[in-house]
């Protein structure tokens, strides 16, 4: 790989990485708080994790690389 091509590299990893795991910590206190609701609420608070997780997350990414 060019050494050009490096910090173009690095950034995309960046920006993968903080949007995965963004995502992955919403959804597990999503999880964590449908548990301590009752078990049926569950599965809503992981949906609801996401999708928080992900406005999260593209949000930061535009501000960041807006």
Not at 4 to 9: A, G, L, R, T
Request: hydrophobic share 50%; glycine share 16%.
């Amino acid at each position: 790989m060019p050494e050009d091509m490096m910090p173009q590299v690095v950034k995309a990893l960046s920006i993968g990485t903080e949007l995965t795991f963004s995502i992955i910590i919403c959804a597990f206190i999503g999880h964590f708080i449908g548990n301590m609701l009752g078990g049926k609420w569950s599965a809503v608070g992981i949906a609801l994790g996401v999708i928080l997780g992900l406005v999260g997350g593209l949000y930061r990414l535009y501000k960041t690389h807006r």
